[in-house]
């Protein structure tokens, strides 16, 4: 048997791919991973990273494939709201870059989205956490029609393939003037405590105001309603 181990041929049973329909088992990763493989390049760290950048690229085809299929359930739906979770902030300049690219990719469509700011208010990143179940998260995050499509990773592939215009195929238009109320700011300055985050009370003291966020803002009812 060790001669098998040394020498591996197609036909060599003891092959993962020799358990699969031979439909599956070709073209083999081999192949495809030979003609990924740049014959410039050599040593073994070389043929890892083309590994693994194929097996990234290997998923990702399944994953869209898989999507494709809730987009068509969803086109039959009707609905097609998309909703933006960024950041306006420079803190992390990757994270400006990718909120900055998103957006101009979903403005770039002339459909309405709803950007949420989570600078703007806190509330949106635990709606964000609730929505995606998880604690720890980066920005930007994009849902059509209520579904989790991905981040900035994910969108700009979509989008350099196409496929990003037949999820947003069907959303509503983008308005063709800003919002009356808020002037397209999506907040309105809290009428109670006038922005203070204070609010005087009949004992003569002063309270935390429970109206608006940490930003004594309120969300504009006209433009920025719930996700779902
Ligand atoms: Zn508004
Ligand atoms: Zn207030």
């Known amino acids: 048997m060790w001669p098998k181990w040394g020498k591996p041929s197609r036909n060599d049973t003891s092959s993962p791919a020799a358990d699969l329909p031979s439909s599956v088992a070709t073209p083999s990763f081999k192949d495809i991973h030979s003609l990924l493989h740049d014959e410039d390049e050599t040593g073994a760290a070389c043929r890892r990273k083309a590994s693994v950048f194929h097996r990234v690229r290997m998923a990702t085809a399944a994953l869209r494939t898989w999507r494709s299929l809730q987009s068509s359930t969803l086109a039959e739906s009707g609905d097609k709201r998309i909703v933006l979770y960024y950041t306006s902030l420079r803190v992390v300049r990757k994270t400006f870059e990718d909120c900055r690219m998103v957006r101009s990719i979903l403005r770039g469509f002339r ?118």
Do not use: W
């Open 111 to 228: 459909v309405a989205v709803d950007e949420r700011d989570l600078t703007m208010d806190s509330a949106f990143l635990t709606e964000l956490k609730g929505l995606l179940g998880r604690q720890q998260l980066s920005l930007p995050r994009v849902f059509i029609g209520g579904r989790y499509i991905g981040g900035a990773e994910e969108i700009r592939q979509l989008h350099e393939s196409g496929e990003l215009k037949l999820y947003i195929e069907g959303a509503p238009p983008a308005a063709a003037s800003a919002c009356e109320a808020c002037g397209g700011v999506r907040f309105l300055l809290c009428s109670v405590c006038n922005g203070s985050r204070k609010c005087h009370t009949d004992k003569g003291g002063f309270r935390s105001c429970g109206c608006c966020n940490e930003n004594g803002l309120v969300r504009c009812p006209d433009c920025c309603t719930p996700i779902v």
